[in-house]
């Protein structure tokens, strides 16, 4: 199996490829390792290699990176971080793996790509914050993975908000829907335990609507009120039945540095939804609608023309001039969420490359919590009105 990818260019001090090894080949394991595959025949990107896949079951890990194109497997991540061949480290293992691996890959010198949220708690957020900022200093690069913030629409949506075409942002509607826990009997997971998950819609979902509205405004969260419910409260164990100690939805209402106030609204139990990101963003100017099951799309209304001429139209994002895709198919020939990804992996190693910082940093991504940390000090309260220190946002 050839795993090396065509080089371009590779800043690696020894002018290696970059080795690259990810941890967890399930859902994300296997979205990453997609994009791995894919990002140099379409991207110029540095040199690297596939170089090892890391689980818990060495055969069912051999397996998968037999199937997805990496050169070895392992079941040790410790041993792997140490290896002097590796240079990234790619986390696609549950929240509450990410602080010990991220902080003991950065100490390594290893660049990190952790999946999102960055970690279970606030605290090892900032564990981790600090880490890679201490690694920054030796060129170490991080980033989380807040993979919407590549989806091609909700690139140009950014542009053209700060560009001025909808005007002063007023309000913006959030919501992430989902159902894959609407039946009452569907078993436990490691997300549905407070140990494990750190909290249910919240973390999983909320956290990628929250970070597409610092995302999409360039604003930052001044005050927080917010509400989480368990709808169903015991579901079927291992071993009998157990308690669910996470929400199955949340809501926040969150105001903005610039005044502008945002509805965060999303769940797992929304019967019927399987993965439905709604972002409605309005302005005295204009409005964007986006909605995930036509992400090739961008509603746009512009309220600056004649009244009588008004009304949304459509932007198919499919242009050679739209962000990310000169480098896909011809214009008109869509893509799809996985793409995502390969735009994640491409950006990160170009940061990589270049000694730069990539966004969404460490720190947004501790944002991000400091926000659904705030939301859960609020529920906890009768939904009383948190108030956060503003931390202004990167673009990407
Ligand atoms: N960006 C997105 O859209 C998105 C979607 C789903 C999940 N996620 C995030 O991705 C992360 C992983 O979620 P998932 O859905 O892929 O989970 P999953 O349960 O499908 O996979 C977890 C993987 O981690 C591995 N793992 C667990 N313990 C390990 C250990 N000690 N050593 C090595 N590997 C270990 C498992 O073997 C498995 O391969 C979470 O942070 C989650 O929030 C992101």
Not at 74 to 92: K, P
Not at 216 to 234: H, K, M, N, P, Y
Request: hydrophobic share 45%; net charge negative.
């Amino acid at each position: 199996m050839n795993t090396a990818h065509t080089p371009t260019l590779s800043k690696d001090s020894t002018d290696r490829p970059l080795g690259v090894a990810a941890i967890g080949y399930a859902f994300m394991g296997k979205a990453h390792s997609n994009a791995w595959r894919n990002v140099a025949s379409f991207f110029d990107v540095p040199a690297f290699e596939q170089k090892v896949l890391v689980g818990r079951d060495a055969t069912q890990v051999a397996e998968a990176a037999a199937k997805y194109g990496w050169a070895e497997s392992a079941t040790d991540w410790r041993s792997v971080i140490e290896r002097d061949d590796i240079h990234i480290i790619d986390i696609c293992a549950p929240g509450w793996m990410h602080a010990e691996i991220a902080i003991a890959a950065l100490e390594a010198g290893k660049h990190v790509l952790v999946e999102k949220p960055l970690a279970n708690t606030l605290g090892e957020a900032e564990l981790m914050t600090a880490a890679a900022a201490k690694a920054r200093q030796r060129g170490v690069q991080s980033m989380i993975g807040f993979n919407y913030r590549r989806v091609p629409a909700l690139a140009l949506a950014r542009e053209l908000i700060a560009e001025g075409r909808l005007g002063t942002v007023r309000h913006v509607r959030a919501a992430y829907l989902q159902d894959w826990l609407s039946d009452a009997q569907s078993p436990m997971t490691w997300r549905l335990r407070k140990e494990t998950a750190g909290s249910g819609a919240l973390g999983d979902i909320a956290s990628h609507a929250i970070d597409q509205v610092l995302f999409l405004l360039g604003d930052a969260v001044t005050e927080v009120s917010g509400r989480l419910q368990t709808f169903v409260d015991r579901r079927p164990g291992p071993d009998g039945p157990e308690d669910v100690t996470v929400d199955d939805a949340a809501w926040a209402t969150l105001t903005l540095a610039s005044g502008a106030i945002a509805s965060v609204e999303v769940s797992r139990v929304a019967t019927g939804q399987k993965n439905s990101l709604k972002l409605e963003i309005y302005g005295d100017k204009g409005t964007i609608l986006f909605d995930l099951e036509a992400l090739n799309e961008l509603g746009f209304l512009d309220a600056t023309v004649p009244v009588r001429e008004q009304g949304f139209r459509r932007i198919l994002v499919n242009e050679p001039v739209h962000p990310y895709l000169e480098a896909w198919w011809p214009q008109g020939h869509i893509i799809g969420w996985e793409h995502t990804f390969t735009h994640q992996i491409r950006d990160f190693l170009l940061a990589v490359r270049d000694g730069s910082q990539p966004s969404p940093s460490f720190e947004e991504g501790l944002n991000v919590q400091h926000i659904l940390a705030a939301v859960e000090e609020s529920a906890a309260a009768k939904s009383s009105l948190i108030q956060l220190h503003a931390n202004p946002t990167e673009g990407a």
